[in-house]
């Protein structure tokens, strides 16, 4: 039972574009939501969070919205750069228990 | 910053071997996980441990067995391994459970 998806496997974009990666979740007792980076070789790294009585956060070049009706998560990345190409997680928990991830969205990030 | 560090970067076991995967962290966080990734299915709980002496089965527990006789240390167990254990294993610590701070991985091939 996948309870948070990233329905897309990877995704492409241009430099200076904006990046827009989706994730979905199921149960809807979720109450914070996390987005984490990984390099190849390295562990996930924490980037930006959202809690449940939000409906958006913003931390420079990244922001996530939140969609509690839809139950949806999206990362946003304004403009890209290279150095953002990395697979991103999105994660979720109920009251602070244990994070539950998605499958990853591979960002490639062309110059 | 806190620091998780992973024993080794590399593996490479047998089948029916029995492997230790050791995980120690600097900042007497009270929560450690372990976790696998595979390309597709994304970060999953294997093990996790709220405490010293306590541990709790994740989503993927079976054929995998933990220990935590100090604070500092989560080592993650193959009682018997097998070719499908062949992953990126990855351990995490955290003083709540938002925030997870990541080792550098262990890449584990099964041979």
């Known amino acids: 039972d996948q309870q948070v998806k990233q329905n897309s496997p990877s995704l492409s974009v241009q430099e200076g574009r904006i990046s827009i990666l989706n994730c979905d979740y199921t149960n809807s007792m979720f109450d914070y939501f996390l987005w984490y980076k990984k390099y190849p070789a390295e562990g996930p790294t924490f980037l930006i969070s959202?809690?449940?009585?939000?409906d958006k956060n913003e931390d420079g070049r990244f922001t996530v919205f939140l969609n509690k009706s839809a139950k949806h998560l999206s990362l946003h990345i304004v403009p890209s750069q290279p150095g953002d190409s990395a697979v991103y997680f999105c994660?979720?928990?109920?009251?602070?228990?244990?994070?539950?991830f998605g499958e990853g969205t591979q960002l490639t990030v062309n110059p | 910053d806190v620091k998780v560090t992973q024993s080794s970067r590399y593996l490479v076991k047998r089948t029916g071997e029995k492997v230790f995967l050791e995980c120690v962290q600097d900042m007497d966080h009270e929560n450690m996980f372990w976790y696998r990734q595979d390309p597709g299915l994304g970060l999953r709980l294997i093990y996790f441990s709220y405490d010293v002496k306590m541990k709790e089965k994740g989503d993927i527990p079976e054929g995998y067995s933990v220990s935590r006789e100090k604070k500092e240390r989560f080592s993650l167990i193959l009682e018997s391994a097998s070719t499908n254990q062949t992953s990126m294993y990855l351990c995490?610590?955290?003083?709540?459970?938002?925030?997870?701070?990541f080792g550098s991985g262990t890449r584990l091939t099964v041979v």
């Open positions: 995490a610590s955290s003083y709540r459970t938002y925030g997870y701070t």
């Open positions: 994660a979720a928990s109920v009251g602070g228990s244990r994070l539950t």
């Open positions: 959202i809690s449940s009585i939000k």
